[in-house]
């Protein structure tokens, strides 16, 4: 009996033949794994589409579900978050009706990576959540390790820094103990973030400094283009603006040459950012602006809270206050959608400078407390520092010298203990 193969190729019995398919497959696979990891999405798209017809040739299922699920992921990292969502959700309706566990739990993982893009943050939990127990159920040590980083995640985008930080942990051990390299830089890119918001620096900076010698051996390019953006906000909050923007250049250029559309906004926030903090309002106004288009041409909302407020925030200072007034009215009302502590306190520190850029003292001391309430809150030390000194400056300025003093000195105090002698000498400089 002859069995009928790939491209109309004859096979000396069914065995044989099966072999062959299932070696073929086998190779794809392995292709498509390298191409993600590379940044080549659209020949992901291309090989992984093959794969989907040919098990549609085989009536194979659960081969079929694989082939749409990473059509799904390349159009995901692409910022096609609409057409990713359609082809993951019908690979997941496959797996269900199959009973494969450990296929279910990858789609529940991505239809929550894409929900949390979305900006939806309870339906993603709700799906990472239920990927970790299906990991669980079917014994995947490494399904455990990317559930542990995906919840991380929901709680670093609510400003819960402890937490996330917990669940990074969690992830970082069980890839340390299956010797994957890949999942390792991906955990310690994300425990350096939280670091970096703790301003615990050189916490943060090994762990990026870990993460990107991991990428460059195993030639990650997206993982890379993350570890040059982590490396950036470190040589930003050192005051070492050219390389920080060098970084935050060279991260950029990557993701666009692999397309990435969400990787550019985080670029392009952290270089308006640059831009704003070297006195160049104008050029940190475009480039916001950039960033928020794309944001709003892919449903994007997690990054849009800080990159409405640095719009604002830029606007304040080029003393445009009705258009700075417009854009924090959707920032407040963007914090409160995704229920973020972070994007709470940064509205209020930016709703602060807006009362103090038109002279109401009063208004402006309430809303810095309340963003230096939030920043204490989540251990955001370098951000309560801040917020001291400003308040500090807007109350010497009132001539309310004795609580003027009391802040100031807490800002030298705090900046001083972070390791930040610049700033403690700037704050000290006021007294």
């Known amino acids: 009996m002859s069995g009928t193969g790939l491209a109309g190729k004859k096979y000396p019995g069914r065995l044989g033949g099966q072999a062959i398919i299932e070696r073929y ?60 969502l359609e082809l993951i959700e019908e690979a997941a309706l496959i797996r269900l009706e199959l009973g494969d566990k450990k296929g279910l739990a990858e789609s529940r993982l991505n239809q929550g990576n894409i929900r949390a893009g979305q900006g939806e943050y309870e339906a993603a939990m709700e799906c990472f959540q239920q990927a970790l127990e299906l990991y669980r159920e079917a014994d995947s040590l490494p399904g455990q390790a990317s559930g542990w980083l995906s919840i991380g995640n929901i709680r670093y985008g609510q400003g819960d820094y402890q937490r996330a930080l917990e669940c990074y942990q969690k992830s970082l051990a069980i890839r340390e103990e299956t010797g994957d390299l890949q999942g390792q830089a991906k955990s310690l890119h994300s425990m350096d973030n939280v670091y970096y ?32 953006l982590n490396l950036s906000n470190i040589h930003q909050i050192r005051q070492e603006l050219d390389r920080a923007l060098e970084c935050a250049n060279e991260s950029l250029a990557i993701r666009r040459r692999l397309g990435e559309r969400a990787g550019q906004v985080g670029c392009l926030n952290v270089i ?29 909302k997690i990054d849009a809270c800080i990159t409405v407020c640095s719009l604002a925030n830029s606007l304040i200072v080029l003393s445009r206050l009705p258009e700075a007034e417009k854009f924090l009215e959707r920032a407040h009302l963007l914090a409160e959608e ?8 940064k509205c209020r520190e930016v709703s602060g400078r807006l009362f103090a850029a ?9 809303k810095y407390l309340e963003a230096m ?38 800002a030298r105090d705090l900046f001083r203990q972070m390791g930040m002698e610049q700033m403690a000498r700037a704050a000290e400089a006021e007294l």
């Open 358 to 366: 038109r002279g109401d003292t009063e208004k402006a001391s309430e």
């Open 373 to 410: 309430f939030l920043y204490r809150e989540m251990g955001m030390d370098y951000d309560t520092a801040q917020m001291l000194l400003e308040h500090g400056l807007l109350l010497k300025k009132a001539g309310r010298g004795p609580e003027a003093q009391k802040h100031l000195e807490e």
């Open 338 to 345: 995704l229920s973020s502590q972070a994007d709470r306190a």
């Open 25 to 84: 497959c086998s190779v794809h696979k392995s292709c498509i794994a390298v191409l993600m990891l590379t940044g080549k999405y659209p020949r992901v798209m291309e090989m992984a589409a093959k794969l989907a017809a040919l098990a549609r040739d085989l009536n194979d299922r659960k081969l079929l579900a694989h082939g749409l699920h990473n059509i799904g992921q390349a159009h995901f990292r692409l910022g096609d978050y609409g057409r990713a």
């Open 197 to 228: 918001y703790l301003a615990r620096f050189e916490k943060s900076l090994e762990c990026a400094q870990r993460a990107q010698a991991i990428n460059q051996n195993i030639g990650d390019r997206p993982g890379q283009a993350a570890g040059l």
């Open 272 to 300: 308006g950012g640059i831009h704003a903090q070297r006195g160049d309002h104008q050029k940190a106004l475009e480039v916001f602006g950039e960033s928020l288009r794309l944001q709003e041409q892919m449903g994007h």
